[in-house]
């Protein structure tokens, strides 16, 4: 019997021992690991997402915002019939998919396609359903109002999560200006391309986020801990581009494309006092809000990236040196004008090889005449020309604030032989991007002073407002040499090629032109860029506006192409900014 | 006899105040739920009011506005006469 008791003590001893070992062991020991795993069930982290900033045009109206946009999740182990689930969602998940609505036209093909996308996309529904999950996405990118239709179906196991996306009230307009917003290799959104990647680091915000201790149900624990740190929404971009010019210039490019059968188009307006960007847009464009369904050649903003040989909208650049320079006058008679101009192997010819002996400098910019442009370079000289040709900003980026600017190079000085000098005085054989073109036409516009483009007028957040002032870069020429390149240019647009379509009573400087596209070395005559540049009203100039056309069928001239689009838009923003005529 | 009666009154201050924490403390701890809905809604209210705004946003877009003019019949202006101030008559 006492030893009995014994046995019981010592086994009642070892486990008080073992009890007490396990216990230091948990308490002691691995205290701070249970602490940690206590607090991780306890403390529930979140990030509030920071909301992408808003783009205005320049009367506050909506350009680019953002959205909740859902995605729509599956609990499959709580969902009974999966495939009455998946029927019910297959339709609402197709018109999600872009394909807003059923084709008006019932025909058995259309009717056919359509029962056919819906069966393979209840398939794919299925397919997730059936997985041995508890949750699973099954549609991202879901509206508002797709996701009532789908929590009227009332299915068991269908839940939804929240995200924000970039919404575009105006649709795929202002494309190339806009940019999109894509995911970085983080996952995490950015900005790409135009405003959206220049602006990135003031529309992106910051996010917050909130720590609270919650139950085990889930719910906060009111006593418990709860910090939370407010997301800073992403600053909104007030823009200098007006809603009106901007429709005006897309819906004209749109036109011209069609009624020229060109490949592409683009079209910038600017205020030359400021420097402000009215209007921008380039075709063909793509849809911000689903860039990836699009080529990704269609990103490139042909205005600020797009380089290529201006032709003769480069003339009245030259002949502002000229002018500026002292070597020549508008009045000035061309001495080589009478027939073509040979430089070693080469002969420079007209554009329509007519030659006018006795040309005046006005007369060559008026008839677009080559070999009175080689007279002037000749005049000038290789260092002078290179000299206002940087002065115009050729060569180099115009500052403008789209993320995707991009200069072609000038060739260094040293590498010009006489041909370049002469060929370049006529704009072939030099390189140049839309932008480039409008600021330095500016210039001659704004009295001789150049300003920098900008596209943004004023930076806002809640608190705060930052304004974006004009910025003066340089003065190439003087006011009187403006002025007197301005008349050229009004004769031009009076007496050239592109005449018949100048809107009655108003005075528009401008010029056109017409440049071969280089293709492995060689020249294609049928294959053009067509362009017109100019301004208006010309002595008080409201805008700057540079119209290209690549590769138009109908016609390769840009008197018959770029021209008639540039006065159409011209037309209706007489009447847009109140200007009425003079004549 | 004062002493006793002064730890009497503490000692049911202090009953009184623990009761008074348990009491709170489990009226509070059913809060969280509607602490949750509340949120919830106040999200949900938030993100209609930006849905409400966009609708605004797509609806008087000039996007909006040329297919609701065309549809009404508008057409593009085609002549217009501006008045010079000297054409205009002026009376009192």
């Known amino acids: 019997m006492k030893n009995r008791l014994k046995l019981v003590q010592i086994f009642l001893f070892l486990g008080i021992i073992t009890i007490s070992a396990r216990l230091w062991y948990w308490q002691i020991i691995k205290s701070d690991d249970m602490i940690a795993k206590a607090e991780s069930q306890r403390t529930y982290t979140k990030t509030i997402i920071a909301p992408r900033g808003n783009i205005l045009f320049s009367d506050g109206t909506l350009l680019a915002t953002y959205q909740p946009t859902y995605l729509v999740f599956a609990q499959p182990k709580l969902i009974s019939d999966k495939s009455q689930a998946a029927k019910k969602l297959a339709p609402i998940f197709w ?85 999109f917003v894509g995911s970085d290799v983080y996952g995490v959104d950015t900005g790409y391309f ?67 059968g ?122 002078k020309l290179y000299e206002y040709l940087e002065k115009f900003g ?77 910025k003066e870069v340089a003065r190439p020429i003087t006011p009187e040499t403006a002025k007197q390149v301005t008349e050229m240019m009004v004769k031009a647009v009076e007496a050239g090629e592109s005449k018949f379509a100048k809107p009655k009573g108003y005075k528009v400087a401008g010029k056109t032109g017409t440049a071969q596209i280089p293709i492995a070395g060689k020249y294609d005559p049928s294959k053009t860029i067509a362009s017109f540049v100019g301004f208006a009203p010309v002595f008080d100039p409201k805008f700057v506006m540079l119209v290209r056309f690549d590769q138009p069928r109908s016609s390769i001239y840009g008197s018959e192409t770029a021209a008639p689009t540039f006065f159409e838009i011209a037309k209706e923003l007489f009447i847009y900014f109140n200007i009425p005529p003079t004549e | 006899m004062k002493k006793r009666y002064l730890i009497l009154i503490t000692a049911a201050v202090l009953f009184l105040g623990l009761i008074l924490e348990i009491w709170v403390m489990n009226r509070l701890s059913t809060f969280g739920e509607q602490i949750v809905k509340l949120e919830r809604s106040a999200a949900e209210l938030k993100l209609e009011n930006k849905i409400l705004e966009n609708q605004i946003a797509e609806k008087s877009s000039l996007r909006a506005v040329k297919e609701y003019s065309r549809v009404l019949g508008f057409t593009n202006i085609k002549n217009i006469t501006y008045i010079k101030p000297s054409e205009v008559a002026f009376s009192r």
């Open chain 1, 394 to 470: 050729i060569g180099k980026i115009t500052g403008v604030d789209l993320q995707d600017e991009y200069s072609p190079d000038l060739r260094p000085k040293n590498e010009w032989r006489e041909i370049d000098v002469a060929t370049a005085t006529f704009g072939q054989g030099i390189s140049v991007t839309p932008i480039q073109i409008v600021k330095a036409v500016g210039v001659i516009a704004n009295g001789g002073i150049m300003m920098e483009p900008h596209v943004v007028k004023a930076v806002k957040d809640e608190k705060s407002m930052y304004q974006v002032s004009s």
């Open chain 1, 194 to 260: 135009g405003l959206e990647g220049f602006y990135n680091g003031e529309l992106k915000g910051k996010n917050g986020e909130l720590l609270q201790d919650r139950d085990a149900q889930g719910l906060p624990i009111l006593i418990g801990t709860y910090k939370v740190k407010e997301p800073k929404p992403g600053k909104t971009l007030l823009l200098n581009i007006d809603r009106t010019v901007q429709t005006i210039v897309e819906e004209s490019l749109k036109k011209g494309i069609k009624k020229y």
């Open chain 1, 95 to 179: 018109e999600n998919r872009q394909f807003k609505q059923l084709p008006a036209n019932n025909s058995e093909t259309t009717k056919k396609t359509y029962e056919e996308k819906i069966k393979t996309i209840e398939q794919e529904i299925l397919n997730n359903l059936s997985k041995d999950l508890f949750w699973i996405s099954l549609e991202r990118r879901v509206s508002s109002e797709m996701k009532d239709k789908i929590e009227k179906l009332n299915l068991k196991g269908i839940g939804f999560d929240t995200y924000l996306t970039r919404f575009y009230p105006e649709g795929s307009s202002s494309a190339h200006l806009l940019g």
């Open chain 1, 262 to 383: 060109a490949e592409g188009a683009s079209a910038v307006v600017m205020d030359p006092r400021t420097g402000n960007i009215l209007g921008l847009a380039s075709f063909p464009n793509y849809d911000p809000a689903l860039p990836t369904l699009y080529l990704k050649e269609y990103y490139k903003n042909a205005v600020t990236a797009g380089g290529f040989e201006p032709g003769s909208t480069f003339k009245i650049l030259v002949a502002a040196a000229g002018i500026n320079e002292g070597v020549i006058t508008p009045d000035t008679i061309c001495d080589i004008c009478s027939g073509p101009v040979n430089i070693s192997r080469y002969s420079i010819r007209t554009w329509n090889n007519k030659y006018k002996k006795d040309s005046t400098m006005t007369d060559v910019i008026v008839n677009s005449d080559n070999t009175g442009m080689v007279f002037i370079g000749r005049k000038l000289g290789l260092d």
